[in-house]
């Protein structure tokens, strides 16, 4: 099909050099096909019905065909696994096919992962199994749906190729569709490695391509990592705000553009576990739900320290100094607006910690009582029937009584209705809860694609009632609580 062969293809990472990673030739699925693709995201890079549907696209998916006939790319990237650097990473089982210019010029990565082995791929199989690329594919949407920043998936291709993990299982793949595959991960290899040259040169082709209003600034290295500093900043503030566990936040996981990238053992919130760890192999609970801020400052440390070649090393103290207050900003806008309060005051931090500590004693699920409140008048917060609403969430009445007093205090002179209609628009009524990932994988791997489907249409459109789905929105039966996930995928 021309559309996949036209004048709308780029090469500019791979272009970089010997540098910056390896031509590979992908190793074909068996009977790959298509299982299922994202009609938004194909409409918004310009892409007909017919294209998705043709065969040249089902060949591209099962890598048996490159993009435009060029040889893809392994990307060449290092960084620190769990604290430890790692020299040896790189796309191991995942190929950057080229960059697709949309209508309005931005470019955007073609990845396709699962596409076989690469020279990065150490002792791995190159391969994703179906179970792993479907939570990708369903997380991406579902951060979509909550406007936090994400990577996307086009689509997915199941085949016939078998895979060893703890049992055999089925080989698939995803193209993964960002403006950008370059994680912090990539400015650490160059930098460790002494490729000082070569590291001016991604900083160079960062800003060109991401960030071309900072080519200007008087010091554009140090204008990128602030921008860096400031955006992941915001993205984990959203994490914590929606109750995202990320699991597995190496730097070599980290995206420049601070976008949520590479969803391994993630865990949206069920019950409020402050120190919930999604990952079964985090002994430590390094990257536990409450560590994310400190780990994202780690991160940046990590990221700053690469950019010695860059920027005085004073400088880059300052730019990371600023990270924790950044945070903290965003995070307070975003709690009020889960409260509905359009301006801070005085005491809502102690507000919020008290919300807190009800909502953790009591085990309550995290987005099921914020969507309750979303929908109670302020007249109506302290009564008794409010207090039932609540019952199967909060056992202990007196201290969600307390804190509801404390709460009608706080919103009873605000426009009750404007209140609500703030927090309905930000307290999601369905969040992809683990259980209902592993009911969508479950009857994916015995062809049954409706449950996906289901789930991703609400979670494209998570704040609106979805009727006929209203179940998607159940928290999990209590022995489908807290799957701990491996990072086996
Ligand atoms: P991840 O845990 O997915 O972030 O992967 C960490 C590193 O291991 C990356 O360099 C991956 O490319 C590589 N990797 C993960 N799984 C495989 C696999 N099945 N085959 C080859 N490389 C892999
Ligand atoms: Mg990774």
């Known amino acids: 099909m021309a559309v996949f062969n036209g004048e709308n ?76 650097y790692n020299p040896e990473l790189g796309d191991g089982r995942g190929v950057l096919l080229g960059e697709w210019r949309d209508d309005t010029g931005t470019l955007w990565d073609w990845h396709l992962k699962g596409a076989g082995k690469t020279p990065y791929s150490r002792h791995g199989d190159g391969r994703a199994v179906l179970r792993s690329t479907l939570r990708e594919y369903l997380a991406s949407a579902a951060m979509r749906g909550l406007d936090i920043p994400t990577t996307q998936a086009l689509a997915m291709a199941t085949s016939d190729t078998p895979v060893m993990r703890e049992r055999i299982e089925t080989a698939a793949t995803l193209l993964r569709i960002t403006e950008s595959h370059v994680r912090f991960g990539h400015f650490e290899y160059l930098f460790y490695s002494q490729q000082h040259d070569a590291l001016h040169t991604l900083a160079d082709y960062v800003i060109a391509r991401h960030f071309p209003e900072l080519a200007d600034a008087e010091k ?109 900003v965003a995070y307070s806008k975003a709690m009020r607006d889960k409260l509905g309060l359009p301006d801070a005051q005085q005491g809502d931090s102690r507000l919020f910690n008290a919300l807190f500590a009800l909502l953790e004693t009591n085990r309550a699920d995290y987005t099921l009582f914020f969507r309750r409140l979303s929908e109670i008048e302020s007249d109506l917060l302290v009564t008794a029937q409010t207090l039932s609403q609540f019952s199967e969430l909060i056992a202990d009445t007196d201290s969600l009584s307390e804190w509801l007093s404390e709460y009608h205090q706080r919103v009873h002179h605000l426009d009750s209705h404007a209140r609500l209609q703030c927090m309905q628009a930000t307290n999601p009524r369905f969040i992809l809860r683990n259980y209902l990932a592993q009911q969508a994988i479950d009857a994916a791997e015995q062809g049954d694609m409706q449950p996906t489907h289901d789930l991703i249409t609400v979670l494209s459109a998570p704040f609106d009632a979805h009727p006929s789905l209203a179940h998607l929105a159940q928290r999990p039966a209590d022995e489908d609580k807290d799957l701990t996930l491996s990072c086996s995928s």
Not at 54 to 62: G, H, P, V, Y
Not at 277 to 288: E, K, M
Not at 291 to 316: C, K, R
């Open 220 to 328: 554009p290295y140090a204008a990128l990592l602030q921008e860096i500093v400031e955006r992941t900043a915001e993205m984990i503030a959203k994490w914590q705000a929606v109750g995202f566990n990320h699991g597995v936040m190496n730097t070599d996981n980290m995206s420049i553009l601070s976008q949520t990238f590479d969803y391994g053992p993630y865990a949206f919130l069920d019950d409020f576990n402050p120190s919930n760890i999604c990952n079964h192999t985090d002994y430590t609970g390094r990257y536990a739900f409450n560590q994310q801020p400190a780990i994202g400052l780690w991160n940046l440390s990590a990221l700053g320290y690469a950019f010695t070649p860059l920027l005085d090393s004073e400088v880059i103290n300052d730019i990371l100094g600023g990270y924790e207050q950044h945070l903290q």
């Open 9 to 84: 293809i780029r090469f500019s990472f791979s272009q970089l050099g010997s540098a910056f990673g390896k031509a590979v030739t992908p190793t074909p699925l068996e009977n790959g096909r298509i299982l299922t693709y994202d009609a938004t995201l194909a409409e918004k890079l310009g892409l007909t019905d017919a294209d998705i549907k043709s065969d040249t696209f089902r060949a591209l998916l099962s890598a048996e065909q490159p993009l435009a006939g060029r040889t893809p790319f392994a990307m060449k990237y290092t960084g620190h696994q769990f604290g430890q």
